[in-house]
């Protein structure tokens, strides 16, 4: 089932379970999707944003997450300061950006004083939501 908020919290505070070890991934992503948090509840609290990612993930975020501002990471044409404002919280898909959009997008997060992230690349949404839940939980 689903553990509140504050469970989920409290599992921050044992990072043995919580932590990857050295070559024990696969192990740690298990982990993080036996701990399901209420995503919705969690992410309800910030204005997220999501940049890079292939064009098919993208999608994927705008389906499943119709709140996030989901960009592009190839658009150097994005006025990221303006995007940003309102922004708390961005995670950052390496995979499919650009170095100038990159350089473009961390000026603005420092600027407009949001946290970023970044998710490796996994194309799961379960995962990358698993990803995603760990840190919202440690900006909590």
Do not use: W
Request: glycine letters at 4%; one cysteine or more; proline letters at 3%.
């Amino acid at each position: 089932g689903t553990k509140s908020l504050m469970e989920a919290v409290e599992l921050l505070n044992h990072p043995e379970q919580m932590r990857p070890v050295k070559g024990d991934y696969e192990r740690f992503l298990k982990t993080l999707t036996d701990y399901p948090v209420d995503f919705a509840e969690l992410s309800g609290r910030y204005k997220i944003a999501t940049l890079g990612g292939h064009e098919i993930l993208r999608n994927k975020l705008k389906e499943k997450f119709p709140d996030f501002k989901v960009l592009d990471g190839t658009q150097n044409s994005l006025d990221f300061s303006a995007l940003l404002k309102s922004t708390d919280i961005l995670f950052i898909f390496t995979g499919h950006m650009s170095h100038a959009v990159y350089e473009k997008a961390i000026a603005a997060v420092s600027q407009n004083n949001c946290k970023f992230y970044y998710i490796n690349n996994a194309t799961n949404l379960d995962i990358i939501t698993a990803q995603m839940s760990r840190y919202l939980l440690e900006s909590i």
